[in-house]
């Protein structure tokens, strides 16, 4: 008796099991890169606005100053915020009168204005 066997013929069709998990692995790569790039933007948006009210409060405490408020007071009517420092120098050379401002911000952000003054001679 002859036994016949028949072997069914399979045909793939579809991905396997290794073709699905390399894409998923591309996918998360590529998701964990824009993830990155996406925070690394915001930090450096958040450095660039800083450094430019670093600049702003400056020219304010300058201002002030120029407007007859005392160095003390400076600072307290600028209303930086909590981690910000500001630092203003008077000095006095001849009849010119040099005014420097400095800001200290979070993620090492620093700006320094300076202004000299000096009076009009008159003849």
């Not at 824009?34 to 925070?39: A, S, T």
């Not at 400056?58 to 120029?66: K, M, V």
């Not at 000095?91 to 420097?100: R, T, Y």
């Not at 204005?113 to 000096?118: A, Q």
């Amino acid at each position: 008796m002859l036994t016949v066997s028949r072997q069914k013929e399979h045909s793939q069709s579809g991905f396997g099991l290794i073709e699905v998990m390399v894409s998923i692995l591309l996918v998360t790569v590529g998701f964990l890169g824009m993830l990155h790039y996406q925070q690394w933007m915001t930090q450096a948006q958040m450095r660039l606005w800083q450094q430019q009210r670093a600049w702003q409060f400056s020219e304010q405490a300058i201002t002030l100053y120029r407007m007859g408020v005392p160095v003390a007071e400076i600072s307290s009517r600028l209303s930086l915020p909590k981690s910000w420092q500001l630092e203003v120098n008077i000095e006095q050379q001849a009849n010119c009168e040099m005014i420097n401002a400095k800001i200290s911000a979070p993620l090492n952000i620093h700006a320094k204005l300076e202004r000299t003054i000096c009076e009009q001679l008159t003849e």
